[in-house]
């Protein structure tokens, strides 16, 4: 039986170029919704041992200390183009509210690029390709975090994540299968590197591998597109282990554009 029906539409949201004199990420665009499809309704979220366990090892990771690095292919764009790669590192820690990420997209052209970020507290800066210093932009004075702020309760997606899994089941000792909604309201994939708005009509395959300890190692998701399959693998590491992510020094930052807070 299967678990999706009818895909509606995929739009890549690379995010790695500058808008304004001093290179802040670009707002993210809406997807392209096609006229006329259908689908049928996913299945209501089950409560099981196996999903109960997925769940409260995503919530664990979520909240605690970890690094991570995220791979995906990246899908067509509206003219059918195929549009590269993702590929993203980092760390996270919600207690200390750190975190940092380097994103390096590929094979798309004018959105390649690496881009990197590290936030502490409400200081975020930004390093693009377009500019020599890191921008600073002060989270506390933005009127809305949607274009150029982050969500510090989950900067990755893990938390959209864990809300929507649908099911799970135990695939070995260290494994377990399942399936997720990706739904249009969920902006979270790849999860590690959202860059990907996936309108989707129905639950799409994952798999979780733990350590001896329960924690979580990798998150590998598929999402079959038409005629193609975006393969999204996101490893974790660290747990709990302190993270060495420090500011820039002040001499190779700059202060981003008032317009930014207006």
């Known amino acids: 039986m299967p678990r999706h029906t009818s895909f509606l539409a995929v739009l890549v949201l690379a995010g790695v170029g500058a808008s304004g004199c001093l290179g802040m990420p670009q707002p993210e665009p809406h997807p392209v919704r096609p006229t006329t499809t259908s689908s049928k309704a996913a299945p209501s979220p ?3 041992p196996a999903k ?49 990420e380097t994103v390096t997209v590929a094979g798309t052209g004018t959105d390649d690029g690496t881009h990197h970020r590290i936030v502490v507290g409400t200081d975020s800066y930004v390093l693009t390709k377009e500019n020599t210093k890191w921008v600073h932009l002060d989270l506390g004075r933005l009127k809305s975090q949607t274009l150029y702020g982050i969500d510090m309760e989950d900067p990755i997606g893990l938390v959209a994540f864990t809300g929507a899994v649908t099911e799970a089941s135990a695939g070995g000792p260290h494994e377990y ?32 591998t733990t350590d001896d300890q329960g924690n979580i190692t990798s998150l590998h998701i598929v999402l079959d597109v038409k005629d193609q399959t975006i393969d999204m693998t996101t490893t974790f590491a660290g747990h709990g282990q302190p993270l060495a992510t420090k500011r820039p020094a002040k001499n190779k930052t700059a202060e981003a554009s008032d317009i930014y807070y207006g």
């Open 46 to 48: 089950s409560p099981t």
């Open 52 to 100: 109960d366990d997925v769940v409260a090892a995503l919530n664990r990771l979520a909240g605690a200390q970890f690094t991570y690095h995220v791979k995906s292919n990246l899908p067509a764009d509206t003219k059918g183009t195929a549009t590269g790669t993702v590929d993203a590192t980092g760390g996270f820690d919600h207690a200390g509210k750190v975190f940092e």
């Open 177 to 208: 299968k399942g399936q997720f909604k990706p739904g249009a309201k969920y902006n979270f994939l790849p999860v590690g590197r959202p860059s990907i708005v996936a309108i989707y009509g129905g639950t799409a395959p994952f798999t979780v």
